[in-house]
């Protein structure tokens, strides 16, 4: 088992900037592909950035080049810097881990993540 528990959501405005972290504890050994889904009332979770034991990364579309995923393996912790932010992006943030190693394709596919964390708001004010 894999607990993962999320920290540094709040409240911005539009322009600024949070950083999201994720602590997991457990058999973290296990854990290859982390990631940031996110939440907004009446839509569907979707994937926002994916990074692996390796290092590779993979973002959403809409938050390429304002969002930074990064992972301290030693920490086992979990990051994500978010900069310009916008009210688009105000949703619940979950913390996913899967044992899996995902194919870059499918890393947004949420079946393949077993464990996750109870999630951070994250709320921008325009």
């Known amino acids: 088992q894999v607990q993962l528990v999320e920290s540094g959501g709040g409240s911005v405005q539009a322009g600024g900037s949070l950083r999201l972290s994720c602590a997991a504890s457990?058999?973290?050994?296990?854990?290859?592909?982390m990631g940031w889904f996110r939440q907004a009332p009446g839509k569907e979770r979707e994937g926002v950035a994916v990074?692996?034991?390796?290092?590779?990364?993979s973002y959403a579309d809409s938050v390429k080049g304002r969002f930074t995923i990064s992972r301290d393996n030693a920490k086992n912790t979990l990051y994500l810097q978010m900069n310009s932010l916008n009210a688009e992006d105000t949703a619940m943030y979950y913390c996913?881990?899967?044992?899996?190693?995902?194919?870059?394709?499918?890393?947004?596919?949420?079946?393949?993540?077993?464990?996750w964390g109870q999630g951070t708001q994250v709320t921008v004010s325009s």
């Open positions: 996913a881990a899967s044992q899996y190693r995902i194919s870059w394709w499918a890393r947004f596919q949420k079946a393949f993540y077993a464990y």
């Open positions: 457990g058999y973290t050994g296990s854990v290859y592909c």
């Open positions: 990074i692996d034991s390796d290092g590779s990364t």
